[in-house]
């Protein structure tokens, strides 16, 4: 048996799922004999066997976590309560008439500055979410609550979807609160000086990320604690990190590159006033599959 679990291996054979009874178990232990595991393995599983199961256990375990960092960071990077901010920007290159080769290099460099904003900040909730889990009794606690606020903020993503399709975004809970709005069209607007405007562009994606992670962390933290309790060291978590964050930037490149041949603001805008509540439902989804793996991973 591969995968299956719970499982009792003794000595004298194994016990799997419904065979695992009081009357069972002490007949089991009763009949077997301190075996040392190297023996075990040598009878039981022939070498090649066991680096078969252990390579067939980690692609599954890459599998899952790479479709779901993919997953996860598509869906930040076309969050609605985030990418407003987006069509606000090209907006403003709009009107201060930039060229199309401009808007490619500003496109760049933007999408730069957010990525590494973006994976930087990641790397610092991974410090900080890791150091909680390393503690029992906080880590078990901070599991519980991060769980309740998946489910809370996957109903608020399915009531969102609704009011999306009825034409009501603007209604939207989940989303960038007026302050920090407001904060982030003034960065653009004052940010973009037409001397230094590949540079400008840069430390504008970087502020930018910074001032909507109160947004995008509604994703972003709930996948680095996925990431934290699947894996059991640091590095491939980090590497994990950055694969999501390459998804995360992938919509702002696609965008960018269609306003470098023609795309505007207004006709991206009605983009995402119709398919919005689709992606808050894709969203809800998202927040489903990471409840349901904290709260495995918790119980068993």
Excluded at 116 to 133: D, T
Excluded at 141 to 170: E, P, Q, T, Y
Excluded at 219 to 236: C, E, H, R
Aim: proline share 3%.
């Amino acid at each position: 048996y591969r995968l299956v679990a719970p499982t009792v291996v003794a000595g004298a054979g194994v016990l799997v799922r419904g065979e695992i009874t009081e009357a069972h178990l002490q007949d089991l232990l009763a009949r077997s004999t301190v075996v040392p595991l190297e023996r075990w393995y040598g009878h039981a599983l022939a070498p090649e066997t066991m680096t078969q199961t252990e390579a067939a256990i980690r692609s599954r375990f890459d599998t899952l976590t790479l479709g779901l960092g993919a997953s996860a960071g598509f869906l930040d990077g076309i969050n609605p309560c985030a990418f407003a901010t987006l069509i606000f920007f090209l907006s403003y290159l709009q009107v201060v008439r930039r060229r199309p080769w401009e808007i490619a290099w500003i496109g760049l460099a933007f999408v730069m500055g957010v990525f590494l904003a973006y994976y930087a900040l990641g790397l610092g909730l991974m410090e900080l979410l890791g150091r909680i889990m390393l503690l029992r009794t906080a880590g078990m606690i901070f599991n519980w609550v991060m769980a309740a606020a998946m489910f809370v903020i996957m109903v608020i993503s399915i009531r969102d979807g609704i009011l999306c399709l009825k034409g009501r975004m603007a209604e939207m809970t989940l989303q960038l609160p007026g302050v920090i709005k407001r904060g982030t069209h003034a960065v653009i607007r004052k940010g973009m000086r037409p001397s230094y405007f590949v540079l400008s562009a840069f430390i504008i994606g970087v502020v930018v990320s910074v001032l909507e992670l109160v947004c995008t962390g509604q994703v972003y933290a709930p996948t680095i604690q996925f990431m934290l309790k699947s894996g059991d060291q640091t590095a491939p978590a980090a590497l994990y990190l950055l694969w999501y964050n390459l998804f995360f930037v992938a919509p702002l490149l696609v965008v960018f590159a269609l306003t470098f041949f023609g795309l505007r603001s207004e006709t991206l805008l009605k983009i995402l006033q119709r398919y919005a509540g689709y992606v808050k439902f894709g969203l809800a989804f998202l927040f489903l599959l990471l409840l349901v793996v904290l709260v495995y991973t918790q119980l068993r």
